[in-house]
């Protein structure tokens, strides 16, 4: 596959998974408004093309929690990433750490900490849901200290999953028992590379994290259910004092989209936070990420990090959100799409690719350094 661009992986993703994984990655919630907002309002961001600025040597570096990046991005937490490929978030964790970008392991990731940590050779981010049972969630900790986790994603816009019609029409969701597994094998059946590379040599397929609160259950359907009666609505900011008491280092609080929460959350001591609607798969007809970053930007100050997440599609994208005022961006399905396409080396593409374009972006605005990036390189309108 020839890839001239971030865009190029999506379609391979299309051709490579099977159906249900496909969409479960590409769809969001309800009528997938924000879904597009997050795209389309990013795009619509306006750049002013500046001439004759010296822009012979860029500087693409940026600090984030104490920690030197190449590039000011990570991969995003995605759920269930480790079955788009064999081993699908160790493969990942590889082509960051090359890149030298974090990586951020999901809570519903298909490898363990333990495994990641494994193929690993430096630490990575980890992102935790809060779950009812407080004693797992200190398990969960415990392995991700041990394991060295250099920052706690901590996600708390998903108190219940959202209403994501594509993974009921594929029987990724809703479809129990034999029916639902019939539908899903045959999906996979018509996907003979997959099948063959991560259904069969990819196993186990057990969910790492929360395969020993499942007590050997590993079907879809058990995963789906665990995390429909465990996810805790009850949350309150007064639960961060919980996550604080178990964890010493960096903490970022994502999914945030008002400027209220963000306030809260830099007066309950969270070093930073990710605007983030959640890719649109949670509640749909709220704003854009790019819409909302601006104002909690400006409401917090500099108390905190702001990251943002959503809509990010290629290193313009990724400039876009710096001159918005975000420190960092999260890639999300951008990898997701990638690591399906070619594994670990698609990753590695992907990351080189919004490297050259965030090049291109810089040199043509005409700023030299990634701190150089701010509202002033935005046509007003």
């Keep these: 596959m020839i890839v001239a661009s971030t865009l190029d992986f999506r379609e391979a993703a299309r051709r490579r998974l ?35 600025r010296d822009v012979s040597a860029l500087d693409l570096t940026t600090e984030l929690f ?13 759920g269930l990433a480790g079955l788009n490929a064999r081993r ?37 981010w980890f992102q935790l849901y809060m779950i009812r049972d407080r004693g797992f969630m200190r398990e969960l900790l415990a392995q991700a200290r041990e394991a060295n986790c250099s920052a706690l994603v901590f996600t708390v816009d998903m108190p219940v999953p959202g209403s994501r019609y594509r993974d009921y029409k594929t029987g990724l969701a809703g479809a129990s028992g034999l029916k639902g597994a019939a539908g899903r094998l045959s999906q996979a059946m018509a996907r003979p590379r997959w099948a063959w590379d991560v259904g069969l040599r990819g196993r186990p397929h057990s969910l790492g994290n929360v395969a020993p609160v499942l007590q050997g259950r590993s079907g879809i359907e058990d995963f789906f259910a665990w995390m429909r ?18 964890w010493r280092g960096p903490l970022i609080i994502k999914g945030l989209l008002d400027p209220e929460d963000a306030r ?38 500099g108390s905190l990090t702001v990251l943002v997440d959503g809509g990010v599609r290629s290193g313009l994208d990724v400039v876009r959100m710096l001159a918005l005022g975000a420190r960092g961006v999260l890639l999300g399905r951008a990898w997701a799409y990638a690591l399906a396409a070619q594994g670990q080396a698609g990753v ?19 700023v030299r350094t990634i701190s150089d990036i701010n509202d002033n390189i935005l046509v007003r309108t």
């Design 18 to 52: 099977p159906r249900f994984l496909f969409e479960y990655i590409d769809g969001g919630s309800y009528a997938e408004l924000t879904l597009r907002r997050n795209v389309e309002d990013l795009g619509d961001i306006a750049l002013r093309q500046r001439v004759l």
């Design 88 to 124: 699908g978030e160790c493969q990942a964790v590889r082509a960051a750490e090359a890149a030298g970008v974090p990586f951020t392991l999901s809570t519903v990731s298909a490898c363990s900490l333990r495994e990641v940590t494994s193929a690993a050779s430096r630490p990575f």
């Design 264 to 301: 809260e959350a830099a007066k309950l001591g969270a070093d930073g936070i990710v605007v983030s609607n959640h890719g649109g798969r949670q509640l749909d007809g709220v704003p854009s990420t790019a819409k909302a970053l601006p104002a909690i930007v400006e409401a917090v100050g």
């Design 348 to 366: 590695t593409k992907l990351l080189a690719l919004i490297e050259a374009e965030m090049r291109v972006a810089m040199s043509l605005t005409g």
């Design 66 to 78: 104490g920690q030197k990046l190449a590039l000011p991005v990570a991969l995003a937490p995605i």
């Design 229 to 246: 009666d465990n996810f805790d609505p009850s949350i309150g900011w007064r639960d961060l004092d919980f996550i604080r008491s178990e």
